[in-house]
């Protein structure tokens, strides 16, 4: 009987500490709710295409950081906290795209390629956004990119983001990102930027 519990008693014991010491939130000047962002681009005065790009870049620099120490956020708390994933900054920017009136959803792949990166990386999602009746691809992972031409090319199928599969994905990346924290700490270093650390461009 006493064996049945040391699993659980044990995975508790390693995934606790991460989150209680997961990074807090910096200072970040600028907008932390999707009102705000929406109210950045509609006063650009910019519309069509060049209103989306707007919608790109204004949440793409809201998230100076990029993590995966912050998973279990909802898209709203990762805003607030200026830090996040694919599925948490490009669901806020559905949110503004949509606040702006442009009809967007969200999609994902299981394995894409690029962000300067030779190598595949797992599970990023990213807008579909009908601009000028064309359906074109949108992502917030930096604010050089711009719609129709993203920082990356899906390897797999493209596939709508379903609630299933938002939660299935973090699951399934919680034991990498606690291996990593710990391996971290254990060896006096700070985690990959692959976990948590500034964002390019």
């Not at 031409?149 to 797999?156: K, Q």
Request: contains cysteine; hydrophobic residues 50%.
């Amino acid at each position: 009987m006493r064996n049945r519990w040391m699993i659980p008693v044990a995975l508790t014991a390693a995934v606790a500490p991460v989150r209680l010491f997961a990074p807090r939130p910096e200072p970040v000047a600028g907008p932390a709710t999707v009102a705000e962002l929406i109210a950045v681009c509609r006063a650009t005065g910019s519309t069509g295409r060049a209103l989306a790009d707007a919608a790109v870049q204004a949440v793409a620099r809201a998230y100076p950081h990029y993590s995966l120490w912050h998973l279990g956020e909802s898209p709203h708390a990762s805003l607030r906290g200026h830090r996040g994933w694919s599925h948490q900054y490009n669901t806020v920017l559905l949110e503004v795209l949509q606040g702006l009136g442009f009809d967007a959803r969200l999609v994902h792949a299981a394995r894409v390629r690029g962000f300067r990166r030779p190598w595949w990386l797992a599970g990023h999602a990213w807008v579909k956004v009908v601009v000028d009746g064309h359906e074109l691809d949108a992502c917030a992972s930096t604010a050089a990119s711009r719609v129709g031409h993203p920082p990356f090319v899906a390897l797999t199928s493209e596939l709508p983001l379903r609630t299933v599969t938002r939660w299935a994905t973090g699951i399934a990346l919680v034991p990498f990102v606690v291996v990593e924290v710990w391996r971290s700490w254990l060896a006096g270093r700070p985690v990959a930027p692959w976990v948590y650390g500034p964002r390019e461009g």
